[in-house]
């Protein structure tokens, strides 16, 4: 399929793609965003299993909450 202008009919143009460049941008964002409430709520509940193991089960339950994105 051609692309043309539907002014004059001209074959001489460049497709932008601006539809597909803004949807991508929001789908980057929305993902980025997603991630980090996954890893915040996954860091929280490791820490919480963490406790039982004291201040340095604490610091590994977040830290492999986070990882698992919980």
Known sequence: M???CP???SHHVIQRNMG???GGSAGMIA????GAVGALGGAKTGATLGMIGGP?????GSLVG???GL
């Open 31 to 34: 993902g980025s965003a997603s």
């Open 7 to 9: 002014k004059c009919g």
């Open 66 to 68: 986070a990882m698992m």
């Open 20 to 22: 597909r460049k803004v």
């Open 2 to 4: 051609s692309i043309y």
């Open 56 to 60: 340095p089960g604490i610091e590994l």
